[in-house]
C-alpha cells in the first residue's frame, strides 16, 4: 500500500497535521514529491478524502517510460511475489521502485522487510540498490518536525 494511503487514511490525518499536508502539497508542486500513475489508480479505489487530495495534486502522478517499465519488467522477471497477481488493477510496488531507480529518487514506504515468503518493496530496493526509507527517515531528510 502505499505511503500516502499510509500516511492519510492510518496515522496522520489532514484535519490533525495540516501543516504536514501543506509541506507535502508544497513537494508536489516542487516536483520533488512524485508517484508512478499506478499509485494515483490504487487510490481512486476508495472515494475519501485522499482521493480529493490526489485529484488537486495529480501533477505528481506520472505514466512510466519505456526505461521504467523495463525496469518493472526486470523486478517481475526476479521477485514475481512482488505482486498480488489476482488483483484486477496494476500492482504499483514495482512501478514504484522503478520510477526511483531510473530518476535516482528515494523511495517512501511504510513496509519492512522480509526475511522469508512475499518480498516487500525494501527487499527489491536492497537487491536494486535503490535508497528506501520510512516515513520518519523522510521526515528526518527533510529535515522537518511538528
Not at 516536483?31 to 490504487?42: C, G, H, N, S
Not at 482521493?51 to 514475481?80: G, N, T, Y
Not at 536492497?126 to 527517515?137: E, I, K, M, P, Y
Request: proline residues 5%; hydrophobic residues 40%; glycine residues 4%.
Amino acid at each position: 500500500m502505499s505511503a500516502l494511503v499510509d500516511l492519510h487514511r492510518r496515522h496522520y490525518a489532514p484535519d490533525v497535521f495540516k501543516s504536514l499536508w501543506s509541506r507535502l502539497g508544497e513537494l508536489v508542486e516542487k516536483r520533488t514529491l512524485i508517484a508512478p500513475r499506478q499509485v494515483y489508480t490504487e487510490i481512486k479505489q476508495r472515494d475519501d478524502d485522499l482521493l480529493k487530495w490526489a485529484k488537486q495534486h495529480k501533477c505528481m502522478f506520472h505514466d512510466p517510460d519505456s526505461e521504467q517499465q523495463a525496469v518493472v519488467r526486470e523486478i517481475l522477471a526476479k521477485f514475481p511475489k512482488l505482486v498480488d497477481h489476482t488483483k484486477t488493477t496494476e500492482d504499483a510496488d514495482p512501478f514504484v521502485i522503478a520510477l526511483a531507480e531510473v530518476g535516482g529518487h528515494t523511495v517512501v514506504t511504510a513496509e519492512k522487510a522480509t526475511v522469508q515468503g512475499r518480498p516487500k518493496i525494501p527487499n527489491v530496493c536492497t537487491a536494486r540498490n535503490v535508497r528506501c526509507v520510512d516515513l520518519l527517515g523522510m521526515f528526518r531528510a527533510l529535515k522537518w518536525s511538528f
